[in-house]
């Protein structure tokens, strides 16, 4: 069978300089092309920024970002578009389109006449990829991944164009149920949603022994738990740093490991301070999945107190690594943490009432070898079926594209 050509389209995508940035959307591709049935390219826009200097912090990371790369495999284009201060999240979706227009163009002078368009994250990118589905004729599938509809609908603007995006495009893929709920709610045809959990690389993320994990590393605690995430307040590493405080009472040998980087760093050592707790916590910067695997295997619990999540795909690794979880009850997470042999869900976002429910995970003492076998049940096959069966369906001819937006 003739191999599918597709383009994902998405600004969350790594590259050589920022390598973990969007990784997932990166997963989820390379899982599909190792189907064997499907040819893809890569574009993935990046804000401008008129300078590298290291002065400039994150702003010259994205500005060093290479105009083309090779990443494992996949030709990855990084066009330029402007991003306004204060009017950029309203005009973002047109900026984005006219800055990727060259990227497609040139893909398609190229040779590589693509059959649809796989774009990730429903605002701004979404939206842009409907305009350049429109504009080369070519179907459109979206994916949803978290904040982009249950954060960003709240906006009145952005909310009409999501919608508009979401009416135009031959399918949406949320990661949860939770988020296909969100399009269904907005009067989006039921038979235009599909969900497709994201899944683990049960190669990359796999069971390590714990005590030479810990002699490795470095690091002991009774119990030593771990926060994955960037340093933001929607991660909720602030809560795991009161929850910390509050285990002290009954385990005050517990220590807090925070894997990370961003603009909260300053904030959250200045809260550990607070709570009594600075020797006991340690923020060891952003990792590597190589380097978190590591770390996961080492760790008693991953705590993941986030406000909002589609699919978290931290959950998933650590279970993976054998290492049980305690995280919010919010969206995707109740379908990722279904059984109680592998973790707790917590209903109030505060430090007592995550401690609280540490301490009932490490009173059932969870077997690592039985959350390792849960994590199994989420490889990325079926996923990567799904997605095949879905694309295939809608590789038609631009004429029946345009009569469908």
């Given at each position: 069978m003739k191999p599918l050509k597709i383009l994902t389209f998405s600004t969350l995508f790594p590259s050589s300089a920022r390598p973990?940035?969007?990784?997932?959307?990166?997963?989820?591709?390379?899982?599909?092309?190792?189907?064997?049935?499907?040819?893809?390219?890569?574009?993935?826009?990046?804000?401008?920024?008129?300078?590298?200097?290291?002065?400039?912090?994150?702003?010259?990371?994205?500005?060093?970002?290479?105009?083309?790369?090779?990443?494992?495999?996949?030709?990855?284009?990084?066009?330029?578009?402007?991003?306004?201060?204060?009017?950029?999240?309203?005009?973002?979706?047109?900026?984005?389109?006219?800055?990727?227009?060259?990227?497609?163009?040139?893909?398609?002078?190229?040779?590589?006449?693509?059959?649809?368009?796989?774009?990730?994250?429903?605002?701004?990118?979404?939206?842009?990829?409907?305009?350049?589905?429109?504009?080369?004729?070519?179907?459109?599938?979206?994916?949803?991944?978290?904040?982009?509809?249950?954060?960003?609908?709240?906006?009145?603007?952005?909310?009409?164009?999501?919608?508009?995006?979401?009416?135009?495009?031959?399918?949406?893929?949320?990661?949860?149920?939770?988020?296909?709920?969100?399009?269904?709610?907005?009067?989006?045809?039921?038979?235009?949603?599909?969900?497709?959990?994201?899944?683990?690389?049960?190669?990359?993320?796999?069971?390590?022994?714990?005590?030479?994990?810990?002699?490795?590393?470095?690091?002991?605690?009774?119990?030593?738990?771990?926060?994955?995430?960037?340093?933001?307040?929607?991660?909720?590493h602030h809560v795991a740093i009161d929850a910390l405080a509050a285990l002290q009472v009954t385990h005050p040998g517990a220590r807090l490991v925070i894997a990370g980087e961003g603009e909260e760093r300053a904030r959250l050592l200045q809260r550990a301070r607070e709570r009594g707790v600075a020797d006991q916590v340690h923020l060891i910067g952003s990792l590597p999945n190589t380097e978190l695997l590591r770390w996961y295997s080492a760790a008693d619990a991953l705590v993941l107190a986030s406000s909002r999540e589609g699919w978290a795909n931290v959950l998933l690794e650590a279970m993976a690594c054998g290492t049980p979880v305690v995280a919010t009850r919010i969206w995707g997470t109740p379908e990722v943490v279904a059984s109680d042999t592998v973790g707790r869900l917590v209903d109030e976002r505060s430090g007592e009432a995550f401690a609280q429910s540490v301490r009932e995970l490490l009173a059932a003492a969870p077997d690592r070898a039985a959350v390792r076998r849960y994590a199994e049940g989420f490889s990325w096959e079926a996923t990567s079926q799904a997605q095949l069966r879905l694309f295939r369906s809608l590789a038609v001819q631009p004429a029946e594209v345009l009569s469908h937006v």
């Open positions: 973990t940035h969007g990784i997932f959307v990166e997963t989820r591709l390379r899982e599909l092309l190792k189907s064997g049935h499907v040819d893809a390219r890569v574009v993935a826009p990046v804000p401008w920024f008129p300078s590298t200097r290291t002065s400039w912090g994150e702003y010259a990371t994205v500005a060093a970002t290479p105009r083309r790369e090779q990443r494992n495999g996949l030709d990855v284009l990084h066009p330029r578009y402007l991003l306004a201060p204060k009017i950029g999240m309203t005009v973002a979706p047109l900026t984005l389109a006219l800055g990727a227009l060259a990227a497609v163009k040139q893909l398609l002078d190229e040779g590589f006449e693509f059959d649809l368009i796989d774009a990730h994250y429903y605002y701004p990118d979404g939206v842009a990829a409907t305009l350049l589905a429109r504009h080369f004729r070519k179907p459109l599938v979206i994916t949803a991944r978290g904040t982009d509809l249950n954060l960003i609908p709240q906006y009145p603007l952005p909310r009409r164009m999501i919608l508009w995006a979401a009416r135009q495009a031959n399918a949406s893929i949320g990661v949860c149920a939770a988020l296909m709920d969100v399009l269904r709610d907005l009067g989006i045809e039921p038979a235009r949603l599909h969900v497709m959990r994201n899944g683990v690389d049960l190669q990359r993320f796999r069971p390590l022994p714990l005590a030479a994990m810990r002699n490795e590393l470095g690091i002991n605690g009774a119990p030593l738990l771990l926060s994955v995430g960037h340093l933001i307040e929607r991660k909720g």
